[in-house]
């Protein structure tokens, strides 16, 4: 009796889904109408877990290359269709925002166009001799380097931090040039998490600036990860094309951002002028204070 028991019950579990314990029924679905799981129980091959990768993501026809034409080619549309509520056919904004730029810092990283004094554009060693002023953090009155004895300086910023940075600077010159050398690495590190966490700033400014628009933050959030988006994919764009194109590149970042927010915020060109120019002072202070961070931690850590 327990082993036709035994037997029964996993029959009716057979019929279940796994995942959520919808019935089944037979013949058994290749996949559950409440969850949407496969409802096979072998484990998956490598061909599945290729399409699982790809699928739509990546199809010719797929949801990224619809968010990709429109992200590109008409600045503010994808936001807008986003807060009209169609979603589904689009990639998300966080994670549109997440694969285009971790794509964009990987490519600076390899490119080697973030270059620190340890090293010339031309990739050789600077050797660290007497009469060399080095100045590693430069920020108006906050200034950190060694000078032209060799000796290290630190001004105007609290003294704790001038000790760890005399700590781990005023060294000898090869000591001084590895950590030079690793510091492009560091910096890109930092500066991926200040940009994810500046998104959330200049959302504010936005809902500052559009005050009278009565949108919720979290609608200025999408605005702000998709123009951020195409900023990074400007930047990019730069670093794989010649000198022509990245002075395109750069030029569409501005145009492009103005035609967004008109789209997406309408009113009067002029005003909409205006509050982008407030936004830029705003935004510009508070990625300026950012950059002094990333530079401080860069030396640091």
């Given at each position: 009796?327990?082993?036709?028991?035994?037997?029964l019950?996993?029959?009716?579990?057979?019929?279940?889904?796994?995942?959520?314990?919808?019935v089944?029924?037979?013949?058994?679905?290749?996949?559950?109408?409440?969850?949407?799981?496969?409802?096979?129980?072998?484990p998956?091959?490598?061909g599945?877990?290729i399409?699982?990768?790809?699928?739509?993501?990546?199809?010719?026809?797929?949801?990224?290359?619809?968010?990709?034409?429109?992200l590109?080619f008409?600045?503010?549309?994808?936001?807008?269709?986003?807060?009209?509520?169609?979603k589904?056919r689009?990639?998300?904004?966080?994670?549109?925002?997440?694969?285009?730029s971790?794509?964009?810092?990987?490519l600076?990283?390899?490119s080697?166009?973030?270059q620190f004094?340890?090293?010339?554009?031309?990739?050789?060693?600077?050797?660290?001799?007497?009469?060399?002023?080095?100045?590693?953090?430069?920020a108006?009155?906050?200034r950190a380097?060694?000078?032209?004895?060799?000796?290290?300086y630190?001004e105007?910023l609290p003294?704790g931090?001038?000790?760890r940075?005399?700590?781990?600077?005023?060294?000898?010159?090869?000591?001084?040039?590895?950590?030079l050398?690793?510091?492009?690495?560091?910096?890109?590190?930092?500066?991926?998490t200040?940009?994810?966490?500046l998104?959330?700033?200049?959302?504010l400014?936005?809902?500052?600036?559009?005050?009278?628009?009565h949108m919720?933050?979290?609608e200025?959030?999408v605005?702000?990860l998709?123009?951020?988006?195409?900023?990074f994919a400007?930047?990019?764009?730069a670093?794989?094309?010649?000198?022509?194109?990245?002075?395109?590149?750069?030029?569409?970042v501005?145009?492009?951002?103005?035609?967004?927010?008109?789209?997406?915020?309408g009113g009067r060109?002029?005003?909409?002028?205006l509050r982008a120019m407030?936004?830029?002072?705003?935004y510009?202070?508070?990625?300026?204070?950012?950059?002094i961070?990333?530079?401080?931690?860069?030396?640091?850590?």
């Amino acid at each position: 009796m327990e082993a036709g028991g035994s037997s029964l019950g996993q029959a009716v579990q057979q019929t279940r889904c796994r995942n959520c314990g919808y019935v089944l029924g037979e013949p058994r679905p290749k996949f559950c109408a409440a969850c949407g799981q496969d409802t096979s129980p072998k484990p998956p091959t490598v061909g599945e877990f290729i399409q699982h990768l790809g699928g739509n993501y990546v199809a010719m026809e797929g949801a990224l290359w619809r968010t990709l034409a429109l992200l590109l080619f008409r600045p503010g549309r994808l936001t807008v269709e986003y807060l009209t509520g169609r979603k589904r056919r689009y990639v998300l904004p966080v994670r549109l925002y997440l694969t285009i730029s971790v794509l964009t810092l990987l490519l600076l990283r390899f490119s080697g166009a973030i270059q620190f004094p340890a090293v010339r554009p031309d990739g050789k060693p600077i050797e660290f001799k007497p009469g060399r002023d080095l100045t590693f953090i430069d920020a108006g009155a906050m200034r950190a380097g060694v000078d032209e004895k060799g000796a290290f300086y630190c001004e105007g910023l609290p003294a704790g931090l001038c000790l760890r940075l005399g700590q781990r600077f005023d060294a000898d010159p090869k000591t001084l040039r590895r950590e030079l050398e690793a510091a492009p690495e560091r910096f890109l590190r930092h500066w991926g998490t200040a940009m994810f966490l500046l998104l959330p700033m200049f959302a504010l400014w936005l809902k500052l600036v559009f005050i009278d628009r009565h949108m919720r933050y979290t609608e200025h959030l999408v605005f702000a990860l998709h123009v951020h988006a195409f900023w990074f994919a400007m930047v990019a764009l730069a670093l794989v094309g010649n000198s022509l194109v990245a002075a395109l590149a750069m030029l569409a970042v501005p145009v492009y951002t103005q035609m967004a927010q008109q789209r997406v915020y309408g009113g009067r060109w002029w005003l909409g002028l205006l509050r982008a120019m407030l936004l830029i002072i705003l935004y510009s202070s508070t990625v300026s204070v950012a950059l002094i961070l990333v530079m401080i931690l860069t030396v640091l850590f």
